[in-house]
């Protein structure tokens, strides 16, 4: 019940409930809180109901528990003061609750409770639902009669956090200002958005107005992921344009050069619409030729040279446990072709500068259209993205980010966004650089640091008593939060009780930066016997799974440690 007021032992609540039974009575224990202990993870104040006054709706305490503020009324109401009656009687029960021992403790109709060292955190719950039919109670290992309980971890509370942008203060004016807002924006679920009413874009792989390596052009290609399947033949150059501006030597304008790709689906994933340069292309224009390698080589040398190398630029470089039974500013500059070089005889090849030269991307909606082996009816791609502040990757630098999913409630519209080639070098890859098998008090295991890569001869052992709930692995990079959820796990481990059957344990995956944690929930401990651990970042045939990718660039993890993206991490290991 709301407090409305306190004075002394005296505490006005804003209802006593229905009866003695369902309400409050004489002798019951009672927690006062607010919001600020709650949050804080903070216990309230435990005292004991002395009188009732139902008139008043006045509860007399035993003892005048500390006024939750200086205010005249003792209570700040916007902090949601409250009165919360505890269950707990008898000589066990005191003003700090009831002490927990090793000793199993009665609660009623024989259900009795047993815990664990600890240590506990403010807020751990446990539930333990009884079956009348039964006359049991549900606790892992679920026998009946159920004799030998299983302990359990606490259920909650669990606290999650995201980032939901980032401010900047400023000295002067002492305020402060939001550089970048890191909320997803999406549509309310009424709007006819992200339905079968048109196809949408829901992600790139590159960041609008910020650098994408050369390599990782070639490589990967420029991919966009849909919310449904297009058909395969509604992709081409026409319907997926691609283009490259630099600027013309013979006036003061601009000029674009549209480059004649590989329009194509991924064969993993059909909703991605992939646009890859093709080995060698060569368009002329009325100022010169511009190869292929010439746009994708931004750091050759001698500008305004006749040849140029193949070669693309960017290089690759402690928990408690309970058992319980029953008795914006662009840097990157467009490039510049060099005018001595078209006056020469021939055909001249232009290359790029140094710095950064800006692709746009155009993804036609209207001539793009749904797969009619997939969808019965024929959409197409609301692909209109809006705009909206960032910051590029290296965190300072102002960019126009774009808002997904795509759409404006149109049938169709284009997709449009635009990147800088060739400004940084390719990540390293992201690998998993160790691993350790840890306890509730976050103690290594036996098997010490594990350094990947594992040969499969190489038996990672530690003991079953060791209490070892969780996986901490360790990555090279910070990893995209994302890739790595409970619901759709990338991370899984798997007890092997004998080919080729696998039994996957239950656990929630715990992202921060660069480590994620593998958290046991069922069971709550590693066991006697042979595991395997899975970090997925290749699609098996026929199936698409959820995999682990880096933060920046949402590149693959490089599982097989072969300094490419893609392959499976396989650990096996042994609780003896």
Known sequence: TAIEKMSGKDITVHDLGPDDVLGFAS??????TDDRTELNGQPGQLAQIDAVNSSLRRVTLKGAPLPLTSSADGVDRTLHPKMRR???????????????????????????????????????????????????????????????????????????????????FDAEKKGWTVTDDCRSIFPPLTEPCCTNDALHVMSTNWTNDDLFPAASLNKEGLRIRLDGIPDLDSLS??????????????????????????VSRDPAD?????????????????????????????????????TVSNAAAGSTANAPSVVVKRSKKKTAAASEMSAAALASSGPVVRVAPASAIRLLVKLKGHFVWSDPRVAPRRVFVDGQAFGGPGLRADGKTARTALTFPSGARAKASDFESWVFIGGRAAPTPLQVTNIRFLNA????????????????????????GEGIRL????????????????ATPSIIVEQDVGKPTRLRLVADLQPAANIVRVVLRDPAFFAAGKFVLTCFATNLAGAVLPTVKAEDDQSLLDGDYDNQAGGNLVLSFTAV
């Open 27 to 32: 002798g019951q224990w009672v927690e006062i």
């Open 237 to 262: 150059s026409d319907s997926v344009e691609v283009s490259v501006e630099t600027k013309d030597p013979n006036s003061i304008g601009l000029l674009r050069v549209y480059l004649n790709g590989i």
């Open 270 to 306: 059909s909703r991605v619409i992939v646009w890859m340069p093709p080995v060698e292309a060569t368009t002329t224009g009325t100022t010169g030729t511009l190869t292929h390698n010439a746009i994708l080589s931004p750091n050759a040398a001698n500008v305004g040279a006749s």
């Open 441 to 464: 008090n976050m103690a290594n295991s036996s098997a010490g640091d594990i350094k990947p890569p594992v040969a499969a001869t190489q038996n990672v052992l530690f003991k079953a």
């Open 86 to 168: 505890w269950e707990q009687a008898g000589v066990t029960a005191t003003a700090f609750g009831v002490a927990t021992t090793a000793a199993w403790l009665p609660l009623e109709d024989g259900v009795e409770v047993q815990f664990s060292a600890g240590p506990f955190a403010t807020g751990d719950y446990w539930t333990i639902p009884a079956r009348t039919a039964t006359g049991e109670i549900e606790w892992p290992p679920f026998s009946i009669p159920n004799s030998t309980p299983v302990a359990q971890p606490p259920r909650g509370i669990r606290h999650h956090f995201c980032r939901l942008g980032i401010l900047t």
């Open 471 to 486: 996986v901490e692995l360790t990555f090279s990079r910070n990893v995209l939060a994302t890739s790595v959820v409970a």
